[in-house]
């Protein structure tokens, strides 16, 4: 199921090739049970990219030059340099490689994996990508708390405006023997991995369910370099 979507622009022959355009840095792997980082915040905030992860105390987003954490009662909050992060990957220099707009309602179980590959295409279906989705949302279900597992407590907002940052990840990064509503998780989460803040960045979390308004507006960049670092977290 597929709901419909009209490109307003694309680039020719994907992204710059150049070290410093798409390139994602990831630290740890998705798995939480798998291999963690020692990263600190001061090395993954970038002013100019965009990522996803998680901690011990909750979900991260880093977008706006600047890394955000949620706690347990699902509260936002600047990262500090004491923080621990578990894993997370940033792409510098985001540059879109498709732009589009939604025209209809989008799904995120029922539509969304399938939403973003018909727009990168069949030559492109297999590359990770990271994409930012911004407007308004009739309903987002969302965790707080880092690590996919069964009884995480959910969260849910209403009519609410902001961006998703995510990962829509090719199928060799998914590990199908750890599958968690039809989310597969290995290097990084399959099909699509989403974090959603809001406008006034008092709302965040890791994306579970939503609807996605039409005409908002979707970019798509694709990954030039992908650089992983893995260290058994002491």
């Given at each position: ?22 390139r994602i ?138 961006t998703m ?41 890791h994306v ?27």
């Amino acid at each position: 199921s597929i709901s419909g979507f009209m490109l307003t622009a694309c680039s020719e022959g994907g992204a710059s090739d150049s070290d410093n355009v798409n390139r994602i840095f990831q630290w740890g792997a998705d798995n939480p049970t798998y291999l963690t980082s020692r990263a600190k915040p001061s090395e993954v905030v970038d002013p100019t990219g965009i990522g996803v992860g998680g901690a011990p105390g909750g979900e991260i987003i880093v977008f706006g030059g600047k890394a955000l954490i949620t706690d347990s009662s699902g509260a936002v909050s600047e990262l500090d340099d004491d923080d621990e992060i578990a894993v997370i990957g940033v792409m510098s220099n985001f540059q879109a490689d498709y732009t589009t707009v939604t025209t209809d309602t989008v799904g995120c179980e029922d539509d969304l994996a399938d939403y973003l590959d018909d727009i990168v295409g069949d030559d492109e279906v297999d590359r990770l990508a990271v994409f930012l989705i911004r407007g308004t949302f009739s309903s987002i279900d969302y965790a707080v708390e880092a690590g996919v597992i069964e009884d995480t407590p959910i969260f849910s907002i209403e009519d609410v405006s902001g961006t998703m940052v995510g990962y829509k990840s090719p199928y060799y990064f998914g590990d199908d023997t750890f599958v968690v509503e039809n989310i597969t998780v290995g290097i990084a989460e399959f099909p699509w991995h989403v974090h959603f803040i809001s406008d006034d960045e008092t709302i965040m979390g890791h994306v579970r369910e939503c609807e996605i308004d039409p005409g908002n507006d979707v970019e798509i960049a694709l990954a030039n370099i992908f650089d992983l670092q893995l260290n058994y977290q002491d």
